[in-house]
């Protein structure tokens, strides 16, 4: 099969299209250990305040009500957890990933907690192996960026959604207030990688998540990809001073 001549981003660097999913499932495969200690560092415990506002607006049902979430690119398990916490007795959590390494770590967290409620599937967001209308609501936290083409996802992800069903994105954003915008630009080029290198035995892969967030685009552009995927009353909720955006569209 002749390889696309569609080009992409892997981090500041330009490549083709094809080379940037094995290149991201490096960076994953590297790190897939320390990637929920890492969170916890890099954001001093705000992701976890960022997540539940995903959750708190999936509002999964606390009845018997049969609900349906499918979770991409969430390996760990990390939202799916809080996610089945979060709703009643029927809520079914489907976590895909399309890195094996993370989905292990994710379904030995579920086989400790003895929670039956999560299956993980390996599989690849732009091209979901799941039948059309099959989920109530798709979340995707801190992952949107890492796919080569974020039109297919999306599309992909309008697809497998229910009528009335929601899709819920929370992704890093572009940070609009001056000093803190400074500040931060220090913390990610010059800490986080350092972090890496101390906690996951890996600066490289940090740097390439860092310069990924530069990368994607404002949550402006975002949301007008999101309403090119079919997606209507589409909004976004900027977080912490715009360090994250909590996006949202729904299949009407």
Avoid at 28 to 47: E, I, K, P, Q, T
Avoid at 65 to 92: E, H, K, M, N, P
Avoid at 164 to 173: K, M, Q, R, Y
Wanted: charged share 25%; net charge negative.
């Amino acid at each position: 099969m002749a390889q696309s001549s569609e080009s992409g981003y892997f981090g500041f660097r330009e490549v083709a299209i094809d080379d940037k999913q094995p290149l991201v499932d490096d960076v994953f495969r590297n790190v897939a250990r320390r990637y929920d200690l890492m969170n916890d560092l890099m954001s001093g415990g705000l992701h976890r305040a960022w997540k539940d506002v995903l959750v708190t607006a999936v509002n999964p049902p606390r009845s018997d009500q049969s609900f349906a979430v499918l979770d991409l690119a969430g390996g760990t398990g990390d939202i799916a957890f809080r996610l089945a916490a979060a709703g009643g007795a029927s809520t079914r959590v489907t976590v895909l990933d399309i890195n094996p390494e993370m989905l292990a770590v994710g379904r030995t967290r579920a086989f400790d907690r003895h929670d039956d409620a999560i299956s993980f599937v390996e599989g690849n967001a732009e091209s979901l192996p799941f039948p059309d209308r099959k989920f109530d609501a798709v979340t995707i936290a801190f992952g949107i960026r890492n796919v080569p083409r974020i039109d297919a996802a999306l599309a992909e992800a309008f697809r497998v959604l229910r009528i009335g069903g929601h899709f819920l994105c929370l992704e890093f954003s572009t940070v609009d207030v001056p000093g803190l915008a400074t500040l931060y630009d220090f913390y990610s080029f010059k800490a986080i990688p350092a972090l890496g290198r101390m906690v996951a035995g890996d600066a490289e892969s940090y740097r390439y998540l860092v310069e990924s967030i530069r990368q994607f685009p404002r949550p402006e552009a975002f949301a007008e990809m999101i309403r090119g995927a079919g997606f209507r009353q589409v909004s976004f909720q900027r977080l912490s001073g715009g360090i994250v955006a909590l996006h949202s569209g729904w299949r009407l």
